[in-house]
């Protein structure tokens, strides 16, 4: 198993910025890649950015240049930094690890932890 517990969600203003942070632990080694996702109310949940093992990067056409995904493997821990927020990025954000079987119901959520941009 693994454990994902997000942290540094909040309200921020319209062109501010967030870092979301993601503790890993558990079988780590069993991890292809991590991700974050965010669902807003009443729509679908959709990927935001992933990451893998060797650092190789992915994302979301909303989110590229206004974000960066990053990881540091000595503390387990993965980083969502967002820049220029606009209202629309409002959503619980949710920390996904991925080991081989694909995100959804095979792979690893943490609780999510919100974000909400104010115009």
């Known amino acids: 198993q693994v454990q994902l517990v997000e942290s540094g969600g909040g309200l921020v203003q319209a062109g501010g910025s967030l870092r979301l942070s993601c503790a890993v632990s558990?079988?780590?080694?069993?991890?292809?890649?991590m991700g974050w996702y965010r669902q807003a109310p009443g729509k679908q949940r959709e990927l935001v950015a992933w990451i893998t093992n060797g650092g190789r990067t992915n994302y979301a056409d909303s989110m590229k240049g206004r974000s960066t995904i990053s990881r540091d493997n000595a503390k387990n821990t993965v980083y969502l930094q967002m820049n220029s927020l606009k209202p629309e990025d409002t959503a619980v954000y949710y920390c996904a690890a991925e080991a081989g079987r694909g995100w959804g119901t095979n792979g690893y959520w943490g609780q999510g932890t919100q974000v909400t941009v104010s115009s």
């Open positions: 558990g079988r780590i080694l069993s991890i292809n890649r």
